[in-house]
């Protein structure tokens, strides 16, 4: 009995510990807002940037957008998340709309290993999600009505689960040595997934793209290096 009421101790003990060392996560209450020190950041409720809304100049960052939106006012030039050769930065559970640039960008080709995990980007004048660098991961998100490509995402990358449809360009476009798997694509002006090379294509359904009525362009592109599975176009 006694060593039971020590395990139980010695258990308790330890959350109390474990719930001490962790960070609490600062809450962003208004837009525009600059992250510059890595760690978590959320919102507690929706969020409206006359111009950019949160700019992340730190890498190891998270933002939770907890079920909520930022939202911009179509301003030329607005970005809803910016990042300029981060790392690390993970994108999660919320909407992001009405910028006047990209819904979600990392500019510069060093940018590398973000996530973008769970967001609605909408009605954005750029791209709903443009992650320059490499080796990010795009998961389970929706893009819809923005002016330029819905998803896109460079070398190395992981697009898996998403939806894009009525986007302005591609409804999804990724680099070399990428995967893209089980993804949706339709009613987008040109390609519905546009290819690099060397990519594994899988399980991902397309139709009704190539809305332009321009070039004929195809539903899923022709890769001569990529390895295609059970797409459906």
């Given at each position: 009995m006694k060593k039971v009421?020590?395990?139980?101790?010695?258990?308790f003990i330890t959350l109390?510990?474990?719930?001490?060392?962790?960070?609490?996560?600062?809450?962003?209450?208004?837009?525009?807002?600059?992250?510059?020190?890595?760690?978590?950041?959320?919102?507690?409720?929706?969020?409206?940037?006359?111009?950019?809304?949160?700019?992340?100049?730190?890498?190891?960052?998270?933002?939770?957008?907890?079920?909520?939106?930022?939202?911009?006012?179509?301003?030329?030039?607005?970005?809803?998340?910016?990042?300029?050769?981060?790392?690390?930065?993970?994108?999660?559970?919320?909407?992001?709309?009405?910028?006047?640039?990209?819904?979600?960008?990392?500019?510069?080709?060093?940018?590398?290993s973000h996530r973008v995990?769970?967001?609605?980007?909408?009605?954005?004048?750029?791209?709903?999600?443009?992650?320059?660098?490499?080796?990010?991961?795009?998961?389970?998100?929706?893009?819809?009505?923005?002016?330029?490509?819905?998803?896109?995402?460079?070398?190395?990358?992981?697009?898996?689960?998403?939806?894009?449809?009525?986007?302005?360009?591609?409804?999804?476009?990724?680099?070399?040595?990428?995967?893209?798997?089980?993804?949706?694509?339709?009613?987008?002006?040109?390609?519905?997934?546009?290819?690099?090379?060397?990519?594994?294509?899988?399980?991902?359904?397309?139709?009704?793209?190539?809305?332009?009525?321009?070039?004929?362009?195809?539903?899923?592109?022709?890769?001569?290096?990529?390895?295609?599975?059970?797409?459906?176009?």
């Amino acid at each position: 009995m006694k060593k039971v009421i020590y395990c139980l101790m010695s258990l308790f003990i330890t959350l109390i510990l474990s719930a001490a060392t962790v960070e609490a996560a600062t809450v962003i209450t208004s837009l525009p807002y600059t992250i510059t020190t890595q760690g978590s950041y959320i919102i507690n409720q929706n969020l409206t940037a006359n111009w950019h809304g949160i700019k992340v100049q730190a890498n190891n960052v998270t933002i939770d957008l907890n079920g909520y939106s930022i939202a911009g006012n179509n301003t030329s030039g607005g970005y809803g998340v910016y990042m300029n050769g981060c790392s690390n930065v993970e994108i999660r559970n919320g909407t992001i709309r009405n910028f006047g640039s990209h819904g979600i960008y990392e500019e510069s080709s060093s940018g590398k290993s973000h996530r973008v995990i769970n967001v609605r980007v909408v009605n954005n004048k750029g791209s709903g999600i443009y992650l320059n660098g490499s080796n990010h991961m795009v998961k389970d998100c929706t893009a819809s009505n923005n002016g330029f490509d819905g998803i896109y995402a460079a070398d190395g990358c992981a697009v898996s689960g998403n939806t894009a449809y009525s986007n302005g360009n591609n409804g999804v476009s990724a680099g070399v040595a990428c995967t893209v798997k089980n993804n949706t694509a339709y009613h987008n002006q040109y390609y519905g997934i546009l290819l690099g090379g060397y990519n594994l294509v899988d399980g991902n359904t397309a139709y009704d793209n190539n809305q332009s009525g321009g070039e004929d362009y195809t539903n899923i592109s022709e890769c001569a290096t990529c390895v295609f599975g059970s797409n459906v176009q």
